[in-house]
């Protein structure tokens, strides 16, 4: 079965630091680009980040750029989200998900697989 | 800036609805990488259309997608109950951010 377990939210005081990790299984996790996607409380997605499927091109929300930082192993099947600098604004149900083909540009940036999401909340 | 939806439609079980989606020359004009979301409350969304008009494996054939211009539709036929959810429309844009999301329409099945 094809599968993706977010984790690592929480409630976290604005100003600090939280990773996030995406562990998959059930496809060849390093034939794919990634992503992540977020969900405030009660409103619509917002695409976050993405990564190719060697690491070659990582991009970013203008809302997060220079914050959150992706990266992925492809040894352990595991996408990760390095976010710092938390702001009330990111608090979200964050996804992540898995492109339907290797390449953020030049692919079809479709989000095939989504895992259940994690929710963080940053809150003093 | 994020994609036009309307924030609502509805329609009656076996009608046919369509969702619009606009957008502009940076994205869903210039690229055919529009694709279309379903998400039912407290669930992750599921991947309806990708790349316009083109239907993953195992989605309704009642559902399908066109572009013109600046705007991507989402069509769905033969409404069903199970339809009732929010959709979200979703194009890369090959610039920062590389892709954009519409603010999404909740379909209420009468």
């Known amino acids: 079965e094809v599968q993706l377990v977010e984790s690592g939210g929480g409630l976290i005081q604005p100003g600090r630091s939280l990773r996030l990790s995406c562990a998959a299984s059930g496809f060849t996790f390093d034939d794919f680009a990634m992503h992540w996607v977020r969900q405030a409380p009660g409103k619509g997605l917002e695409w976050v980040s993405g990564i190719s499927w060697n690491s070659d091109k990582i991009a970013y929300a203008d809302s997060v750029k220079g914050r959150f930082t992706t990266s992925r192993d492809n040894a352990n099947k595991s996408l990760y989200l390095q976010m710092e600098s938390l702001r009330a604004e990111d608090t979200a149900l964050y996804y992540c998900?898995?492109?339907?083909?290797?390449?953020?540009?030049?692919?079809?940036?479709?989000?095939?697989?989504w895992g259940q999401g994690t929710l963080v909340t940053a809150s003093s | 800036s994020a994609l036009t939806q309307p924030a609502s439609v509805s329609g009656s079980p076996g009608q046919s609805i369509t969702i619009s989606c606009t957008g502009t020359?940076?994205?869903?004009?210039?690229?055919?990488?529009v694709s279309w979301y379903q998400q039912h409350p407290g669930k992750a969304p599921k991947l309806m259309i990708y790349?316009?008009?083109k239907r993953p494996s195992g989605v309704s054939d009642r559902f399908s997608g066109s572009k013109s211009g600046y705007t991507a539709s989402l069509t769905i036929s033969g409404l069903q109950a199970e339809d009732e959810a929010d959709y979200y429309c979703?194009?890369?844009?090959?610039?920062?951010?590389?892709?954009?999301f519409g603010g999404g329409t909740k379909l209420t099945v009468l």
């Open positions: 790349e316009v008009n």
């Open positions: 998900a898995k492109d339907m083909e290797q390449w953020l540009e030049g692919g079809t940036f479709a989000f095939a697989i």
């Open positions: 020359s940076s994205d869903v004009g210039t690229y055919n990488l």
């Open positions: 979703c194009s890369y844009t090959g610039y920062s951010p590389l892709g954009v």
